[in-house]
């Protein structure tokens, strides 16, 4: 099997590629400097040179508060891009994963989301995203639409990474505590992916760490088991204005994962303890 993976310089896609050259699966890597993701042409005419038998759909428009500024570029990387790579995929008749977010839903209320409740996204990126969802069903049979949130990796800026980086130099942190939801470790999703892709089993999941925590339980489990003395004050998201509105529910039910046969991934404070042992 030939798997193409697309923003290989990214947390995810570096982790997906690590997995895939694992085991010995032949992988094709995909960076902006391979093809640009606002260049229609371009995406297709690379992804029909290499044939893959399979896209791993990483690459996107990340910045959220940006979003807000620029609707129209991240539609056009998160939505745009995303149909070419589904119609180009159908055209080869190849899989497809997409990777999305918790942010294709409205963040309220206090249940976990499953895979087929109501979307609404409530900022730009969002909706960029859930573009992106649409267009991968109306295209393609073949596909996997992976939804994740709260990420960090070994390859990129993340949360934890920052927490780290602040402890140095603060005593104390302030931290929303009315947003839960639950970490992401890109190293224990990417294998889920790749044994994915190798399936028929096609449809929405939702893939995070086990548990749910706030941002500030987050960052106090960081602190602790790093060692650090930096105390978290936790605080309401009113009192940390951002330019794009954030979920309060990111909670994500993983009965899809279940149900199809699918090892549900560690705990998220696990995943942070094996992060950590990686970066340090």
Known sequence: MKILV??????LGFDVMAELQRRNIEA????????????????ENFIKFHKPDAVIHCAAYTAVDKAEDEAETALQINGRATEVIAQTCKDIDAKMIYISTDYVFPGTGDMPYEVDDPKDPPNAYGRSK??????????????FIVRIS??????????VKTMLR??????KLTVVNDQIGSPTYTADVAPLLVDMVQTDKYGIYHATNEGFCSWAEFAAEI??????????????????????????????SKQKLDSAGFKRLPDWKDAVKRFLSVIR
């Open 166 to 171: 602040l402890s140095e130099t603060k005593d």
């Open 130 to 143: 859930l573009a992106g969802e649409e267009a991968v069903i109306k295209n393609l049979d073949k596909y």
């Open 28 to 43: 094709v890597g995909a960076a902006r400097r391979d093809f640009d993701l606002t260049d229609d042409a371009a995406i």
């Open 223 to 252: 602190f602790r088991q790093a060692g650090a003395k930096t105390e978290v004050i936790p605080v309401p998201s009113t009192e940390y204005p951002t330019k794009a509105i954030r979920p309060k529910n990111s909670r994500l």
């Open 6 to 11: 697309t923003g290989i310089t990214g947390q």
């Open 150 to 159: 709260w990420v960090f990796g070994v390859n990129g800026k993340n949360f």
